[in-house]
């Protein structure tokens, strides 16, 4: 089990790690091993995600998530594939916690008198100008 949240929990078995060729380091290498590994993630098909969860990953992350419901998360920055297997891994529950967090909700606010004053003479002293432009151009 990968712990998300104290709360939250996805079986192992959830996700599939595919390998492929690297362009990162790792010189002559780079040509004869599959470094790169893409981690997916069926949000559609996983079961430890109630419909709200999908939901939300689904608009926070839509950047990530294909059309038919796979999140994926590639990484190539090390030489090893283990490297790569964790560094995605990592960050597959960075971006999963970070989407599902939910924020205090925004108290509306109001401009202050002051400011409306402010901005109301910033205004008027804008028209003023543009106003005697007008005068002196005719």
Request: hydrophobic share 30%.
């Given at each position: 089990?990968?712990?998300?949240?104290?709360?939250?929990?996805?079986?192992?078995?959830?996700?599939?790690?595919?390998?492929?060729?690297?362009?990162?380091?790792?010189?002559?290498?780079?040509n004869k091993v599959e470094?790169r590994i893409t981690l997916?993630?069926?949000?559609?098909?996983?079961?430890?995600?109630?419909?709200?969860?999908?939901?939300?990953?689904?608009?926070?992350?839509?950047?990530?998530?294909?059309?038919?419901?796979?999140?994926?998360?590639?990484?190539?920055?090390?030489?090893?594939?283990?490297?790569?297997?964790?560094?995605?891994?990592?960050?597959?529950?960075?971006?999963?916690?970070?989407?599902?967090?939910?924020?205090?909700?925004?108290?509306?606010?109001?401009?202050?008198?002051?400011?409306?004053?402010?901005?109301?003479?910033?205004?008027?002293?804008?028209?003023?100008?543009?106003?005697?432009?007008?005068?002196?151009?005719?």
């Amino acid at each position: 089990m990968i712990r998300i949240t104290p709360q939250l929990e996805i079986a192992e078995g959830e996700l599939r790690f595919e390998s492929g060729p690297s362009s990162g380091p790792g010189g002559q290498n780079v040509n004869k091993v599959e470094t790169r590994i893409t981690l997916r993630f069926d949000l559609g098909a996983s079961a430890s995600l109630d419909e709200a969860q999908k939901g939300r990953l689904r608009e926070r992350l839509a950047t990530r998530i294909s059309k038919r419901g796979i999140l994926r998360v590639t990484s190539q920055r090390h030489r090893t594939r283990e490297a790569n297997r964790r560094a995605a891994l990592e960050r597959f529950v960075e971006l999963v916690a970070e989407a599902l967090h939910e924020g205090p909700p925004r108290r509306p606010t109001r401009p202050t008198r002051a400011a409306r004053k402010r901005r109301l003479d910033a205004k008027r002293r804008r028209g003023r100008l543009k106003a005697e432009r007008r005068e002196s151009a005719d």
